[in-house]
Nanobody, 120 residues
Framework: QVQLAESGGGSVQAGGSLRLSCAASGYTYSSRYMGWFRQAPGKEREVVARISPGGGVTDYADSVKGRFTISRDNAKNTLYLQMNSLKPEDSAMYYC?????????????WGQGIQVTVSS
């Protein structure tokens, strides 16, 4: 059974940094497309960043380009999201996802989510 567990969230002031981690188990991690998504209260879930199975291709939402970096360590079955220059509008529940079929994440497995709160 696929399991994804996020960690590293919390509260930070605007301009600060956080690093999220997502530990994966129960499947061949290195074969999955991985992604970070977020959902703020009253808003739809949105993609933050995605990464190919080998890590060579990444994709970011325009709102986080230049501030966030997605990476993966396939030897450790772990996905990361380095978040710098955080803004209050980055506050949300952050979820990691794994999908063996591609970039759409329509049939992805999801973690439980972790809260990120950025104060001004």
């Amino acid at each position: 059974q696929v399991q994804l567990a996020e960690s590293g969230g919390g509260s930070v002031q605007a301009g600060g940094s956080l690093r999220l981690s997502c530990a994966a188990s129960g499947y061949t991690y290195s074969s999955r497309y991985m992604g970070w998504f977020r959902q703020a209260p009253g808003k739809e879930r949105e993609v933050v960043a995605r990464i190919s199975p080998g890590g060579g291709v990444t994709d970011y939402a325009d709102s986080v380009k230049g501030r966030f970096t997605i990476s993966r360590d396939n030897a450790k079955n772990t996905l990361y999201l380095q978040m710098n220059s955080l803004k209050p509008e980055d506050s949300a529940m952050y979820y990691c996802a794994a999908d063996q079929f591609g970039w759409s994440f329509e049939r992805a497995n999801w973690g439980q989510g972790i809260q990120v709160t950025v104060s001004s």
